[in-house]
């Protein structure tokens, strides 16, 4: 698996890319490959190139790339059409899966992408409380809409409870209804509370935040915290939902929220994310249920979409099967060990962040338990990246995601790599 060459095709779309496209890309991974096939575990570009694959499309493919039988699953669908907006009945059954799985769930909506369930998930809180400020964790990701964007990747550093807009274009206003505390430190939360307590209407929060794992007691914290106060306690589980447990992050660490808000892996690879909650809360989006200053309204043309309906029901079923969980964390495990392995024998200075469904090397030597101590050395990582490119492995720029279909193979094969890889580093980062 050398990945030197380049295709005349491919440079030719690169090219058309670059000219059609802002920054050549469709705005998601920083570089210009060209996808042209995924099977399993690996991916293929357009100059034949073969990568084994932890982008995993940033995360949905948890079953692996065209796995036969949600391939099937979605052929069969799309065989009797593509969209109704109208009920289907995949898309029933799929809610009524994610309402037997998942702790929180009593009643489920269905969108398109996370970025929607995030910002109509706060909403909601907003909705049900009648107050309107969000609480949310400097680095916590909720999305792309202008609450989502505040403080998810500050460049300067701001006091707490205050926002940093990570976006230009939005109004100056919503920064007055977000405020900002760090991942894992409850005092900081307990004394925004006190002070906020009567315009906040919750919290939301990655339950396992990019990479961070969250302290002992610190979800129950949330959990109490927001109980005691009457705020809602929404998981941000687009990444984590189906990924940590069948329940989600919810079930791993055992502290259910009010709200939480799924996407990536119940979409089967299809656009199909989910607000899902205590059904007194969700029963806002039911113009039937609560009067007509308390309805929210929602519609979307592709929400419950049937064919990605069809392909995330079976990859949910695919996941329920004996083993799937297991084969996860055996994988992540085994790469997660074998680089820090291999970071120790070389002496770079670096951390192996995360749990084994999702991880990566941060360069740093701190010891990690926030937004600001998980900034590690951005070059270093970009080059480590790019030199495992080169060496036929495929991620995003700060994370593997690990499937149920990595084999021990590509586990042997990526840990040559990064051996190879760091040292190559190693002159840069010399400890
Ligand atoms: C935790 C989290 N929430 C929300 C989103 C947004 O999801 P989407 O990209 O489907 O809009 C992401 C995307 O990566 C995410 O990681």
Known sequence: MSQNKRSEAESELVATARRVLPGGTFGNVSHELVIAEGRGSHVWDVSGNEYVDYLLGSGPMIVGHAHPEVVDAAHQAILKGTTFFANNADGIRLAAEIVDAVPCAEKVRFVSSGSEADAYAMRLARAYTKRDKILKFEGGYHGMSDYGLMSLAPKRVANSPQPIPDSAGIPRSVRDEVLVAPFNDLEAVA??????????????????????????????????????????????EVVTGFRFAYGGAQQYYGVTPDLCTLGKAIGGGFPLAAITGRADIMAHFDKGAVSEEAFMMQVGTLSGNPVAAAAGLKTLEILKRPGAYERIFKTGRALMEGYTQALKDIRIKAVVLGDAPMF????????????????????????????????????????????????????????????????????????
Do not use: W
Request: hydrophobic share 40%; proline share 4%.
């Open 360 to 431: 990566d090397v941060v360069f740093t030597e701190r010891e990690v338990r926030d937004y600001r101590t998980a900034l590690g050395d951005e070059a270093t990582m970009k080059r480590c990246n790019l030199l495992l490119r080169e060496r036929g492995i495929l991620k995003s720029d700060s994370k593997y995601y690990i499937s149920t279909v990595h084999t021990d193979e590509d586990v042997r094969f990526t840990l040559d790599a990064f051996a190879s890889a760091i040292r190559e580093l190693k002159p840069a980062s010399a400890a």
């Open 191 to 236: 004394n925004l509370i006190r002070e906020h307590r009567d315009e906040l209407a919750g919290i939301i929060v990655e339950p396992f935040q990019r990479l961070i794992p969250p302290r002992p007691g610190f979800l129950e914290g949330l959990r109490k915290l927001t109980e005691e106060n009457r705020l809602l306690l929404i998981f941000d």
